[in-house]
Protein backbone atom coordinates (compact mmCIF):
# COMPACT_ATOMS: atom_id res chain seq x y z
CA UNK A 1 0.00 0.00 0.00
CA UNK A 2 1.56 3.74 -0.72
CA UNK A 3 1.43 6.12 1.49
CA UNK A 4 -1.48 8.33 0.49
CA UNK A 5 -3.24 5.12 0.37
CA UNK A 6 -3.77 4.29 3.90
CA UNK A 7 -6.56 5.55 6.15
CA UNK A 8 -6.33 7.31 9.37
CA UNK A 9 -7.72 5.35 12.08
CA UNK A 10 -10.14 8.08 13.15
CA UNK A 11 -11.67 7.87 9.18
CA UNK A 12 -12.21 4.00 9.56
CA UNK A 13 -13.91 4.18 13.13
CA UNK A 14 -16.83 6.70 11.30
CA UNK A 15 -17.22 5.15 8.16
CA UNK A 16 -19.60 2.98 9.23
CA UNK A 17 -21.30 6.18 10.75
CA UNK A 18 -21.39 8.59 7.67
CA UNK A 19 -23.01 5.65 6.00
CA UNK A 20 -26.02 5.44 8.40
CA UNK A 21 -26.56 9.34 8.18
CA UNK A 22 -26.45 9.52 4.50
CA UNK A 23 -29.53 6.98 4.77
CA UNK A 24 -31.40 8.63 7.45
CA UNK A 25 -30.79 12.33 6.12
CA UNK A 26 -31.93 10.78 2.35
CA UNK A 27 -34.43 8.11 3.10
CA UNK A 28 -36.81 7.19 0.32
CA UNK A 29 -35.82 4.90 -1.95
CA UNK A 30 -31.67 5.19 -0.80
CA UNK A 31 -33.14 3.99 2.62
CA UNK A 32 -35.38 1.39 1.70
CA UNK A 33 -32.08 -0.33 -0.13
CA UNK A 34 -30.23 -0.43 3.02
CA UNK A 35 -33.10 -0.94 5.33
CA UNK A 36 -31.69 -4.23 6.01
CA UNK A 37 -29.17 -2.84 8.03
CA UNK A 38 -31.75 -0.53 10.18
CA UNK A 39 -34.57 -3.03 10.50
CA UNK A 40 -34.21 -4.75 14.02
CA UNK A 41 -34.51 -8.44 13.72
CA UNK A 42 -36.81 -10.07 16.53
CA UNK A 43 -34.86 -13.33 18.42
CA UNK A 44 -35.55 -16.37 16.46
CA UNK A 45 -37.49 -14.73 14.01
CA UNK A 46 -38.03 -16.57 10.74
CA UNK A 47 -36.06 -15.45 7.97
CA UNK A 48 -38.81 -15.53 6.04
CA UNK A 49 -41.06 -13.49 8.28
CA UNK A 50 -38.45 -11.17 8.41
CA UNK A 51 -38.28 -10.79 4.69
CA UNK A 52 -41.69 -9.94 4.20
CA UNK A 53 -40.97 -7.27 6.97
CA UNK A 54 -38.28 -5.93 5.18
CA UNK A 55 -40.47 -5.69 1.82
CA UNK A 56 -43.02 -3.98 3.78
CA UNK A 57 -40.90 -1.68 5.22
CA UNK A 58 -41.29 2.23 5.33
CA UNK A 59 -39.58 5.34 6.69
CA UNK A 60 -41.14 8.09 8.42
CA UNK A 61 -37.86 11.11 7.84
CA UNK A 62 -38.45 13.72 10.16
CA UNK A 63 -34.94 14.20 10.46
CA UNK A 64 -34.44 15.10 7.32
CA UNK A 65 -37.07 17.34 6.61
CA UNK A 66 -35.39 19.29 10.17
CA UNK A 67 -32.31 20.24 8.23
CA UNK A 68 -33.92 20.78 4.81
CA UNK A 69 -35.83 23.06 7.69
CA UNK A 70 -32.70 24.90 8.57
CA UNK A 71 -30.83 25.37 5.32
CA UNK A 72 -33.98 26.93 3.89
CA UNK A 73 -34.22 29.33 6.79
CA UNK A 74 -30.53 29.91 6.58
CA UNK A 75 -30.43 30.80 3.30
CA UNK A 76 -33.90 32.47 2.57
CA UNK A 77 -31.73 35.53 1.91
CA UNK A 78 -28.90 35.14 0.36
CA UNK A 79 -25.33 36.25 1.58
CA UNK A 80 -23.96 39.36 0.10
CA UNK A 81 -20.02 40.31 -0.38
CA UNK A 82 -18.85 43.83 0.78
CA UNK A 83 -16.12 44.97 -1.17
CA UNK A 84 -13.31 47.52 -0.56
CA UNK A 85 -10.37 49.30 -1.88
CA UNK A 86 -7.95 46.80 -3.84
CA UNK A 87 -7.70 46.31 -8.14
CA UNK A 88 -11.18 46.95 -9.90
CA UNK A 89 -10.06 43.80 -11.45
CA UNK A 90 -9.98 41.89 -8.14
CA UNK A 91 -13.75 43.12 -7.37
CA UNK A 92 -14.67 42.40 -10.89
CA UNK A 93 -13.70 38.26 -9.81
CA UNK A 94 -15.40 38.17 -6.51
CA UNK A 95 -18.26 39.98 -8.13
CA UNK A 96 -18.20 36.72 -10.78
CA UNK A 97 -17.12 34.27 -8.04
CA UNK A 98 -20.30 35.01 -6.16
CA UNK A 99 -22.49 34.28 -9.28
CA UNK A 100 -19.80 30.75 -9.77
CA UNK A 101 -18.15 29.59 -7.77
CA UNK A 102 -17.08 26.03 -9.00
CA UNK A 103 -16.95 26.69 -12.63
CA UNK A 104 -20.45 24.93 -13.20
CA UNK A 105 -22.98 27.82 -12.75
CA UNK A 106 -23.32 27.20 -8.86
CA UNK A 107 -23.64 30.45 -7.09
CA UNK A 108 -21.66 31.17 -4.22
CA UNK A 109 -24.67 30.98 -1.50
CA UNK A 110 -25.94 27.69 -2.94
CA UNK A 111 -22.37 25.95 -2.88
CA UNK A 112 -22.16 26.89 0.74
CA UNK A 113 -25.92 25.92 1.42
CA UNK A 114 -24.87 22.49 0.18
CA UNK A 115 -21.68 22.28 1.87
CA UNK A 116 -23.89 23.75 5.11
CA UNK A 117 -26.29 20.65 4.80
CA UNK A 118 -23.06 18.39 4.35
CA UNK A 119 -21.83 19.26 7.66
CA UNK A 120 -25.33 19.00 9.41
CA UNK A 121 -25.32 15.43 8.40
CA UNK A 122 -21.94 14.39 8.38
CA UNK A 123 -20.53 17.01 10.82
CA UNK A 124 -18.11 18.59 8.85
CA UNK A 125 -18.00 19.32 4.85
CA UNK A 126 -14.98 20.41 3.05
CA UNK A 127 -14.07 22.91 0.44
CA UNK A 128 -11.00 22.58 -1.70
CA UNK A 129 -9.41 26.08 -3.19
CA UNK A 130 -8.28 25.25 -6.49
CA UNK A 131 -7.24 26.65 -9.28
CA UNK A 132 -7.16 25.90 -13.28
CA UNK A 133 -4.06 24.45 -15.08
CA UNK A 134 -2.12 24.66 -17.69
CA UNK A 135 0.64 22.71 -19.68
CA UNK A 136 2.87 26.39 -19.28
CA UNK A 137 2.86 29.12 -16.24
CA UNK A 138 2.33 32.30 -17.09
CA UNK A 139 4.58 35.21 -16.84
CA UNK A 140 2.24 37.98 -16.05
CA UNK A 141 -0.24 38.72 -13.74
CA UNK A 142 -2.23 39.43 -17.50
CA UNK A 143 -1.23 37.10 -18.85
CA UNK A 144 -3.19 34.67 -15.83
CA UNK A 145 -6.13 36.90 -16.49
CA UNK A 146 -6.23 36.17 -19.94
CA UNK A 147 -5.34 32.66 -19.86
CA UNK A 148 -8.11 32.28 -16.82
CA UNK A 149 -4.90 30.71 -14.75
CA UNK A 150 -6.31 33.42 -11.64
CA UNK A 151 -9.99 31.72 -11.72
CA UNK A 152 -10.74 30.40 -8.49
CA UNK A 153 -12.66 27.83 -8.18
CA UNK A 154 -14.03 25.73 -5.21
CA UNK A 155 -14.30 21.79 -5.30
CA UNK A 156 -16.67 20.47 -2.33
CA UNK A 157 -15.35 17.37 -0.91
CA UNK A 158 -17.57 15.32 2.08
CA UNK A 159 -16.37 14.27 5.42
CA UNK A 160 -16.05 10.22 4.17
CA UNK A 161 -13.53 12.07 1.41
CA UNK A 162 -10.62 13.23 3.43
CA UNK A 163 -9.08 9.66 4.60
CA UNK A 164 -6.01 11.08 5.93
CA UNK A 165 -4.41 14.42 7.23
CA UNK A 166 -1.87 16.06 9.99
CA UNK A 167 -2.55 19.24 12.08
CA UNK A 168 0.41 21.33 13.43
CA UNK A 169 0.11 22.56 16.92
CA UNK A 170 -1.95 25.64 15.93
CA UNK A 171 -5.22 23.14 14.63
CA UNK A 172 -3.83 24.23 10.69
CA UNK A 173 -3.27 21.26 8.23
CA UNK A 174 0.02 20.69 7.58
CA UNK A 175 -1.07 17.70 4.80
CA UNK A 176 -4.24 16.23 3.69
CA UNK A 177 -5.04 13.09 1.29
CA UNK A 178 -8.37 13.20 -0.47
CA UNK A 179 -9.86 10.39 -1.86
CA UNK A 180 -13.18 10.06 -4.26
CA UNK A 181 -14.37 7.42 -6.92
CA UNK A 182 -16.16 8.37 -9.99
CA UNK A 183 -17.54 5.46 -12.08
CA UNK A 184 -17.93 5.88 -15.89
CA UNK A 185 -19.62 3.90 -19.12
CA UNK A 186 -16.55 3.21 -21.20
CA UNK A 187 -18.72 1.83 -23.89
CA UNK A 188 -21.19 3.38 -25.62
CA UNK A 189 -23.00 0.28 -26.79
CA UNK A 190 -22.10 -2.30 -24.16
CA UNK A 191 -21.96 -2.91 -20.56
CA UNK A 192 -18.12 -2.00 -20.44
CA UNK A 193 -18.01 -0.20 -17.26
CA UNK A 194 -15.28 1.62 -15.22
CA UNK A 195 -14.36 2.35 -11.76
CA UNK A 196 -11.75 5.23 -11.42
CA UNK A 197 -10.44 6.07 -8.05
CA UNK A 198 -9.02 9.54 -7.13
CA UNK A 199 -6.33 10.12 -4.74
CA UNK A 200 -5.22 14.21 -4.13
CA UNK A 201 -2.37 15.20 -1.44
CA UNK A 202 -1.82 18.41 -0.88
CA UNK A 203 0.63 20.43 1.41
CA UNK A 204 1.40 23.60 1.91
CA UNK A 205 3.24 24.05 -1.16
CA UNK A 206 2.59 20.83 -3.49
CA UNK A 207 -0.25 18.81 -4.71
CA UNK A 208 -0.39 15.34 -6.50
CA UNK A 209 -3.14 13.58 -8.03
CA UNK A 210 -3.22 9.67 -8.61
CA UNK A 211 -5.73 7.49 -10.07
CA UNK A 212 -6.36 4.24 -10.65
CA UNK A 213 -9.11 2.77 -12.97
CA UNK A 214 -10.79 -0.96 -13.04
CA UNK A 215 -12.11 -2.03 -15.38
CA UNK A 216 -15.62 -4.52 -14.52
CA UNK A 217 -14.04 -8.02 -14.35
CA UNK A 218 -10.87 -6.73 -13.70
CA UNK A 219 -9.39 -6.07 -10.08
CA UNK A 220 -5.55 -5.71 -10.10
CA UNK A 221 -4.78 -2.06 -11.72
CA UNK A 222 -1.79 -0.04 -11.10
CA UNK A 223 -1.93 3.41 -9.79
CA UNK A 224 -0.17 6.20 -11.80
CA UNK A 225 0.41 10.11 -11.17
CA UNK A 226 -1.30 11.96 -13.42
CA UNK A 227 -0.61 15.29 -12.18
CA UNK A 228 1.55 17.22 -9.76
CA UNK A 229 2.96 20.61 -8.72
CA UNK A 230 2.56 23.97 -6.38
CA UNK A 231 -0.79 24.37 -6.14
CA UNK A 232 -2.36 28.19 -5.81
CA UNK A 233 -1.75 28.68 -2.25
CA UNK A 234 2.03 27.73 -1.79
CA UNK A 235 2.78 31.77 -1.26
CA UNK A 236 0.33 31.54 2.25
CA UNK A 237 2.26 28.34 3.33
CA UNK A 238 -0.94 26.88 3.50
CA UNK A 239 -3.04 23.84 2.68
CA UNK A 240 -5.92 24.80 0.47
CA UNK A 241 -8.42 23.32 2.33
CA UNK A 242 -11.14 25.02 4.41
CA UNK A 243 -13.69 23.66 6.76
CA UNK A 244 -17.00 23.93 7.45
CA UNK A 245 -17.44 22.14 10.96
CA UNK A 246 -20.21 21.43 13.40
CA UNK A 247 -20.06 21.52 17.24
CA UNK A 248 -20.99 18.67 19.24
CA UNK A 249 -24.21 21.02 19.89
CA UNK A 250 -24.77 21.55 16.59
CA UNK A 251 -24.19 17.98 14.83
CA UNK A 252 -27.98 17.64 14.37
CA UNK A 253 -28.13 14.27 12.91
CA UNK A 254 -25.46 13.28 15.63
CA UNK A 255 -28.35 14.34 18.00
CA UNK A 256 -31.56 13.16 16.29
CA UNK A 257 -29.61 9.63 14.41
CA UNK A 258 -30.69 7.05 17.35
CA UNK A 259 -33.71 8.31 18.03
CA UNK A 260 -34.74 8.51 14.99
CA UNK A 261 -33.73 4.65 14.33
CA UNK A 262 -36.01 3.83 17.70
CA UNK A 263 -38.82 5.67 15.75
CA UNK A 264 -38.23 3.31 12.86
CA UNK A 265 -37.75 0.48 14.16
CA UNK A 266 -41.30 1.07 16.68
CA UNK A 267 -43.39 2.35 13.54
CA UNK A 268 -42.60 -0.85 11.29
CA UNK A 269 -43.20 -3.06 14.36
CA UNK A 270 -46.69 -1.24 14.69
CA UNK A 271 -47.49 -1.29 11.27
CA UNK A 272 -46.66 -5.05 10.91
CA UNK A 273 -48.38 -6.06 14.35
CA UNK A 274 -51.54 -4.14 12.75
CA UNK A 275 -51.64 -5.56 9.13
CA UNK A 276 -51.32 -8.68 10.87
CA UNK A 277 -54.21 -8.13 13.31
CA UNK A 278 -56.28 -7.76 9.90
CA UNK A 279 -55.89 -11.79 9.14
CA UNK A 280 -57.10 -12.90 12.64
CA UNK A 281 -56.57 -16.43 12.96
CA UNK A 282 -60.01 -19.03 13.61
CA UNK A 283 -59.84 -20.46 17.48
CA UNK A 284 -61.80 -23.50 18.30
CA UNK A 285 -62.76 -24.70 21.15
CA UNK A 286 -63.48 -28.82 21.48
CA UNK A 287 -62.23 -31.87 23.55
CA UNK A 288 -62.12 -33.67 20.29
CA UNK A 289 -58.87 -34.11 18.34
CA UNK A 290 -59.27 -31.80 15.50
CA UNK A 291 -57.52 -32.24 11.78
CA UNK A 292 -59.53 -30.40 9.73
CA UNK A 293 -58.40 -28.39 7.14
CA UNK A 294 -59.49 -24.38 7.75
CA UNK A 295 -59.63 -22.02 4.77
CA UNK A 296 -61.62 -19.48 2.86
CA UNK A 297 -62.84 -22.71 0.19
CA UNK A 298 -63.30 -24.80 3.22
CA UNK A 299 -65.85 -25.47 5.83
CA UNK A 300 -65.63 -26.99 8.96
CA UNK A 301 -68.07 -29.03 11.57
CA UNK A 302 -68.27 -28.68 14.55
CA UNK A 303 -69.77 -31.22 17.45
CA UNK A 304 -72.97 -29.62 19.79
CA UNK A 305 -70.86 -28.64 22.39
CA UNK A 306 -67.99 -27.32 19.77
CA UNK A 307 -67.10 -23.48 19.86
CA UNK A 308 -65.51 -21.09 16.74
CA UNK A 309 -64.08 -17.60 17.29
CA UNK A 310 -61.46 -14.94 16.02
CA UNK A 311 -58.35 -14.01 17.94
CA UNK A 312 -58.53 -10.52 18.03
CA UNK A 313 -55.99 -7.81 19.90
CA UNK A 314 -57.98 -6.08 22.77
CA UNK A 315 -55.90 -2.70 21.00
CA UNK A 316 -53.74 -1.73 24.61
CA UNK A 317 -50.54 -2.17 23.01
CA UNK A 318 -51.40 -0.48 19.76
CA UNK A 319 -52.34 2.63 22.11
CA UNK A 320 -49.33 2.47 24.04
CA UNK A 321 -47.40 2.33 20.76
CA UNK A 322 -48.62 4.96 18.98
CA UNK A 323 -47.84 7.32 22.43
CA UNK A 324 -44.66 6.00 22.17
CA UNK A 325 -44.29 6.88 18.63
CA UNK A 326 -45.59 10.30 18.96
CA UNK A 327 -43.11 10.89 22.02
CA UNK A 328 -40.42 10.04 19.86
CA UNK A 329 -40.87 12.40 17.38
CA UNK A 330 -41.13 15.31 19.82
CA UNK A 331 -38.05 14.41 20.91
CA UNK A 332 -36.27 14.11 17.34
CA UNK A 333 -37.48 17.74 16.96
CA UNK A 334 -36.60 18.90 20.72
CA UNK A 335 -32.74 17.59 20.35
CA UNK A 336 -32.76 19.39 17.06
CA UNK A 337 -33.96 22.75 18.96
CA UNK A 338 -37.32 22.75 16.82
CA UNK A 339 -40.14 21.74 19.70
CA UNK A 340 -42.64 23.57 18.74
CA UNK A 341 -42.59 22.38 15.31
CA UNK A 342 -43.51 18.75 16.44
CA UNK A 343 -47.20 20.18 16.14
CA UNK A 344 -47.25 23.25 14.47
CA UNK A 345 -45.47 21.71 10.96
CA UNK A 346 -48.62 19.01 11.00
CA UNK A 347 -51.29 20.57 12.30
CA UNK A 348 -51.39 23.57 10.12
CA UNK A 349 -52.67 25.90 13.17
CA UNK A 350 -51.80 29.58 12.49
CA UNK A 351 -49.81 31.97 15.06
CA UNK A 352 -49.87 35.39 15.51
CA UNK A 353 -46.19 37.10 14.80
CA UNK A 354 -45.36 37.41 18.12
CA UNK A 355 -46.35 34.19 19.50
CA UNK A 356 -43.97 32.90 16.50
CA UNK A 357 -41.55 34.74 17.51
CA UNK A 358 -41.42 33.78 21.02
CA UNK A 359 -41.74 29.97 20.20
CA UNK A 360 -38.64 29.97 18.37
CA UNK A 361 -36.06 31.96 20.38
CA UNK A 362 -34.03 29.04 20.71
CA UNK A 363 -34.44 28.10 17.30
CA UNK A 364 -33.48 31.55 16.01
CA UNK A 365 -30.27 31.87 18.35
CA UNK A 366 -29.50 28.04 16.84
CA UNK A 367 -29.64 29.39 13.57
CA UNK A 368 -27.76 32.43 14.55
CA UNK A 369 -24.90 30.06 15.59
CA UNK A 370 -25.22 28.27 12.13
CA UNK A 371 -24.67 31.46 10.09
CA UNK A 372 -21.73 31.92 12.14
CA UNK A 373 -20.24 29.38 11.13
CA UNK A 374 -21.05 29.66 7.55
CA UNK A 375 -20.25 33.30 7.25
CA UNK A 376 -16.62 32.56 9.12
CA UNK A 377 -16.18 29.85 6.60
CA UNK A 378 -17.13 32.09 3.18
CA UNK A 379 -14.51 34.99 5.13
CA UNK A 380 -11.35 32.06 5.21
CA UNK A 381 -12.71 31.30 1.53
CA UNK A 382 -12.34 34.58 0.12
CA UNK A 383 -9.51 36.55 2.10
CA UNK A 384 -7.25 33.31 1.01
CA UNK A 385 -8.39 34.02 -2.74
CA UNK A 386 -7.82 37.88 -2.60
CA UNK A 387 -4.51 37.09 -0.82
CA UNK A 388 -3.55 34.26 -3.80
CA UNK A 389 -4.49 36.60 -6.66
CA UNK A 390 -2.95 39.44 -4.63
CA UNK A 391 -6.11 41.76 -5.34
CA UNK A 392 -5.61 43.32 -2.01
CA UNK A 393 -9.42 44.00 -2.02
CA UNK A 394 -10.85 44.06 1.83
CA UNK A 395 -13.85 41.66 1.72
CA UNK A 396 -16.43 40.81 4.16
CA UNK A 397 -19.40 38.53 3.92
CA UNK A 398 -23.16 40.24 5.28
CA UNK A 399 -26.07 38.53 5.47
CA UNK A 400 -27.19 34.74 6.86
CA UNK A 401 -28.99 36.59 10.03
CA UNK A 402 -32.18 37.42 8.68
CA UNK A 403 -34.51 34.02 9.61
CA UNK A 404 -38.01 33.17 8.27
CA UNK A 405 -39.58 34.11 11.46
CA UNK A 406 -40.67 37.80 10.99
CA UNK A 407 -41.57 39.09 7.23
CA UNK A 408 -39.85 41.56 5.51
CA UNK A 409 -42.88 44.17 6.46
CA UNK A 410 -42.14 43.91 9.74
CA UNK A 411 -38.36 44.75 9.04
CA UNK A 412 -39.51 47.69 6.95
CA UNK A 413 -41.71 49.32 9.29
CA UNK A 414 -38.94 49.07 12.02
CA UNK A 415 -36.60 50.40 9.80
CA UNK A 416 -39.13 53.42 8.67
CA UNK A 417 -39.65 54.21 12.99
CA UNK A 418 -36.09 54.01 13.27
CA UNK A 419 -35.37 56.79 10.13
CA UNK A 420 -38.35 59.10 11.69
CA UNK A 421 -36.30 59.66 14.95
CA UNK A 422 -33.75 61.94 12.83
CA UNK A 423 -30.74 61.01 14.76
CA UNK A 424 -28.05 62.69 13.12
CA UNK A 425 -25.83 60.37 11.47
CA UNK A 426 -25.43 59.52 7.79
CA UNK A 427 -23.56 56.62 8.60
CA UNK A 428 -26.61 55.12 10.13
CA UNK A 429 -28.84 56.07 7.35
CA UNK A 430 -26.94 54.54 5.19
CA UNK A 431 -26.58 51.70 6.92
CA UNK A 432 -29.64 51.54 7.48
CA UNK A 433 -30.24 51.93 3.40
CA UNK A 434 -28.08 49.68 2.55
CA UNK A 435 -29.90 46.95 4.74
CA UNK A 436 -32.99 47.31 3.56
CA UNK A 437 -31.89 47.19 -0.23
CA UNK A 438 -29.32 43.95 0.45
CA UNK A 439 -32.68 41.87 2.30
CA UNK A 440 -35.04 43.00 -0.59
CA UNK A 441 -32.60 42.41 -3.50
CA UNK A 442 -31.04 38.89 -1.80
CA UNK A 443 -31.42 37.10 -5.11
CA UNK A 444 -29.88 39.68 -7.41
CA UNK A 445 -26.47 38.96 -9.15
CA UNK A 446 -23.03 39.88 -7.03
CA UNK A 447 -22.52 42.76 -9.54
CA UNK A 448 -26.00 44.71 -9.21
CA UNK A 449 -26.02 44.44 -5.50
CA UNK A 450 -22.21 46.24 -5.62
CA UNK A 451 -23.23 48.95 -7.99
CA UNK A 452 -26.16 49.66 -5.48
CA UNK A 453 -24.14 49.76 -2.70
CA UNK A 454 -21.91 52.12 -4.01
CA UNK A 455 -24.59 54.26 -4.98
CA UNK A 456 -25.94 54.17 -1.24
CA UNK A 457 -22.36 55.63 0.27
CA UNK A 458 -22.14 58.00 -2.69
CA UNK A 459 -25.43 59.87 -2.43
CA UNK A 460 -25.45 62.14 0.59
CA UNK A 461 -27.76 61.79 3.72
CA UNK A 462 -31.56 62.85 3.59
Known amino acids: MNDFEKERPEFRHKRLMWHAYRDLYAGGHQFKNHAADYLLRRQKEPLDIYSERLQRVFYQNYVGSILDWYAATLFRREPSLQMEGGLASGRAFLAEFADDADLRGTTLANFLKGCFID ?33 AFLVRYQAEELINWSR ?17 QSDLYGDVSAEETYWRYYDRTEYRIYRKVVHEGRYNAPIELIASGTHGLARQQRVPLIDLTMGEG ?21 SWAITMGLFAMPVIYSDREWNQIVGESYF ?26 EALKQEIYRVCYLPQASGELISGHAQSAESKLLDFTITEEVLRAFGSLVKGCARRILEAIVAAREDG ?41 QRLAMKYLSDA ?18
Not at 119 to 146: K, M, N, W
Not at 168 to 184: C, I, M, P
Not at 250 to 267: G, S, V
Not at 302 to 325: C, H, M, S
Open 393 to 433: VQVSVAGLDELNITDFTTELQQAASLLQMKIQSPTLQKEIY
Open 445 to 462: RQEVKDQIAREIESSPAQ
Open 168 to 184: NERGDYDWVVLRYVVRR
Open 119 to 151: ALVAGSSHILIDFPRQAEDAHTRAEEDLTGLSR
Open 300 to 325: IQLGPKDRFGWTEPDGKVYQIAAENL
Open 250 to 270: LWLMDKAAQIQLEHFNKANAL
